[in-house]
C-alpha cells in the first residue's frame, strides 16, 4: 500500500537557518504530494503541492520540488523564522478512485531566537 | 471563500458516555467530508469519508460512526466512549473535482476520555 516516511523530529534550528525536512513515498501510479503544516492547537493547512514529476510547489518561502526517480518531496526553507516553529506533515493521495490521503507521522519544528 | 468549521472545539467525556462531533462547511457544494483522529505521537489516521448526503465509508471498525445528514455537514458519534478514543477529531473537506486532491482542514476537536 502507499506509505510516507518523513525524517524524525524533533527538528531544533536558530533563526535564519536553512531547513531541510525529507520525504519520501511509496505509491502505486502516480500521486499528488503535499505538504501540510500544523500549528499548535490547531488544525491542518495545505502549505504546498504538486501534482506531476519535477513540479515544484513554494509557499511563504517553503519549497518542494516532486522527485520521481528518488520518491521524494522534500520541505526546504532558506531562513526560518521562529513563527515558522509548527509541526510539518508531507502527504501523498493517488489518482481516481483514492479518496484517502496518506500522511507521514509529522515532524516537529521548533525555531529559537 | 470556503470555511469549514468544528465544535466543540475541546470535550471531556468519561468512559462509557455517548458523542457527537460536528462539522460544516461554507462556501461549496457537493464536496467530499472526511473525519481524521490525530492520536498523540502517531499521525493522522482517516476514519470515515462521505462522497454525498447517506454515503458514508469507514476506513477503521471501531465503536465511532459517521452521518451526513446535509449536504455540508458531517457528524461523528459514538454510543458508548472508549479511552482510546482520546485524541484530535480533524474534519476536512475536497472538491469531488477529478484532479483535484487536496484536501481543507477544519480547527479540530480535541477530545479527552476520562
Known amino acids: 500500500g502507499d506509505s510516507v516516511t518523513q525524517m524524525e523530529g524533533p527538528v531544533t534550528l536558530s533563526e535564519e537557518a536553512f531547513l531541510t525536512i525529507n520525504c519520501t513515498y511509496t505509491?502505486?501510479?502516480?500521486?499528488?504530494l503535499f505538504w501540510y503544516v500544523q500549528y499548535p492547537g490547531e488544525g491542518l493547512q495545505l502549505l504546498l503541492k504538486?501534482?506531476?514529476?519535477?513540479d515544484k510547489g513554494s509557499n511563504k518561502g517553503f519549497e518542494a520540488t516532486y522527485r520521481k526517480e528518488t520518491t521524494s518531496f522534500h520541505l526546504e526553507k532558506g531562513s526560518v523564522q521562529v513563527s515558522d516553529s509548527a509541526v510539518y506533515f508531507c502527504a501523498l493521495r493517488t489518482g481516481a478512485g483514492s479518496y484517502q490521503l496518506t500522511f507521514g507521522k509529522g515532524t516537529k519544528l521548533s525555531v529559537i531566537p | 471563500s470556503q470555511t469549514i468549521h468544528q465544535w466543540p472545539a475541546t470535550l471531556v467525556q468519561p468512559v462509557g458516555s455517548p458523542l457527537s462531533l460536528e462539522c460544516t462547511v461554507e462556501g461549496t457544494s457537493n464536496p467530499n467530508l472526511y473525519w481524521y483522529r490525530q492520536a498523540a505521537g502517531r499521525g493522522l489516521q482517516l476514519l470515515f469519508y462521505s462522497v454525498g448526503i447517506g454515503q458514508i465509508s469507514s476506513e477503521v471498525p471501531q465503536n465511532l460512526s459517521a452521518s451526513r445528514p446535509q449536504d455540508r455537514q458531517f457528524i461523528l458519534s459514538s454510543k458508548k466512549l472508549l479511552l482510546s478514543d482520546s485524541g484530535f477529531y480533524l474534519c476536512a473537506w475536497s472538491t469531488g473535482l477529478a484532479g483535484n486532491y487536496e484536501q481543507y482542514f477544519g480547527p479540530g476537536t480535541r477530545l479527552t476520555v476520562t
Open positions: 504538486a501534482t506531476k514529476a519535477d
Open positions: 505509491a502505486t501510479g502516480y500521486p499528488s
